[in-house]
């Protein structure tokens, strides 16, 4: 939909109530504070926030910004032991779903896999499934009309000026068939290395590749591969030329899989040429901080990037030893370093709340993908995530997971 149509429909169309669910561990009190604010700003009339681990005395002044907020919106959940064995024994749809057996139900696979991975570990994801869950529920029995799931260092942003200010307008122009609006998301680039409140102090952002021009479809890149084939003067080069396709082709299958549309998995011809030597300097950086991690193990970003792996490997001055081990190369990142899947907003349907599918998507009420539109257009919204904002919130959020080794 066009920006005129959204300025003609959001003058003619009711408001909707829109209303954010969301997990929270660990987030500091600015951050939900400024969270709040902007959206609430906005004009979102709830948000749940349920508090992981509430009984944490690093928590109480985030519970106290978010309760604050109580009388314009906020709704706090303190999910404790107590709070999951009343889900559990509750409606909760996702812990109903992961006792049955039936195959044929498209909902029942996706519950147990969440079901499994919060009983066995905590899984962060998992118990992400189920509190939003909950919170569907709730919105649907308090007549909201949408519900959007992100986290407390992400907002959603409306480059448009009509409804920068006015969320309620842009979603009064959704067309009634479309179900959820899927937002691409776009990384930070923090500025200084401590940061007090996010929202205030970071400014710059990484574009989402999904919204750069110049992607490739298929028969482009077949059409490139067989043309880089025949050019090829050795058969190594060739074998190489060819293994390089096929991991592109199993990276695209699995993004696929994922609910990926195909112009999602497009290669930019270019972004690979000013990520490469961005890409040899974090090596280098990475070597250095003589980090003990285990390998990386196989992912559709590494996928994704060894082409630009294998570009920094070959530019290597030293000849290679074909009888000597290649050395594990430290990981690093490329474009984003966290995901880029982009994050979505569910219709809700009275007597029909939807069910979150994964962390980025919702399905119906019987756990079907509902008809989505991707908002890739000039001045479409997009999810603001910004992560890793200060050292201080990195090493609360990340501290530990890495040991340094002691030479």
């Avoid at 003609?8 to 169309?13: D, F, G, I, R, Y």
């Avoid at 409606?91 to 519950?111: I, M, T, W």
């Avoid at 930019?268 to 090596?283: E, Q």
Wanted: charged share 35%.
């Amino acid at each position: 939909w066009s920006r005129a149509g959204v300025r003609l429909l959001a003058s003619t169309s009711p408001k909707p109530r829109l209303c954010i669910a969301m997990l929270v561990r660990g987030a500091p009190a600015p951050t939900l504070e400024s969270f709040c604010r902007y959206h609430f700003g906005v004009g979102f009339r709830a948000i749940h926030f349920f508090f992981d681990a509430p009984a944490d005395p690093k928590e109480a002044a985030a519970l106290r910004a978010c309760e604050d907020w109580s009388k314009t919106g906020a709704v706090v959940h303190r999910c404790d032991a107590a709070w999951w064995a009343r889900e559990r024994r509750s409606g909760n749809r996702l812990f109903k779903a992961a006792e049955r057996d039936d195959a044929s139900d498209p909902l029942v696979e996706a519950a147990k896999d969440a079901v499994r991975w919060h009983d066995e570990v905590r899984d962060v994801q998992a118990r992400q499934q189920l509190v939003v869950e909950r919170a569907c529920r709730l919105a649907e029995s308090a007549g909201f009309d949408w519900i959007l799931h992100v986290d407390a260092d992400e907002l959603l942003y409306f480059p448009d000026a009509a409804c920068r200010n006015d969320a309620p307008a842009w979603f009064a122009a959704v067309p009634d068939g479309v179900e959820q609006v899927h937002f691409h998301n776009l990384e930070c680039i923090p500025e200084a290395l401590e940061v007090d409140d996010i929202f205030e102090e970071v400014t710059l952002f990484k574009v989402n590749e999904a919204l750069f021009a110049g992607g490739d479809d298929d028969r482009v890149a077949e059409k490139r591969f067989e043309r880089d084939a025949k050019a090829a003067s050795t058969d190594e080069k060739r074998l190489k030329l060819e293994r390089r396709s096929e991991r592109r082709l199993r990276w695209m299958a699995r993004r696929r899989r994922k609910g990926k549309r195909d112009s999602e998995c497009y290669e930019n011809k270019w972004l690979p040429g000013i990520n490469t030597p961005v890409y040899r300097r974090r090596v280098r950086l990475a070597k250095g901080l003589n980090l003990d991690l285990p390998e990386p193990k196989g992912s559709d970003e590494s996928d994704a990037t060894s082409e630009s792996s294998e570009a920094a490997s070959d530019s290597d001055a030293e000849p290679k030893d074909p009888d000597k081990k290649k050395s594990p190369r430290p990981e690093t990142f490329m474009h984003f370093n966290a995901y880029s899947n982009g994050k979505a907003a569910c219709r809700i349907r009275p007597g029909r709340p939807p069910v979150p599918l994964g962390v980025h998507r919702f399905g119906d009420a019987a756990g079907r993908s509902p008809r989505t539109a991707t908002v890739d257009h000039l001045h479409a919204p997009v999810v603001l995530h910004y992560t890793n904002c200060g050292f201080r919130n990195w090493r609360r959020k990340r501290g530990g997971r890495a040991r340094v080794r002691r030479s």
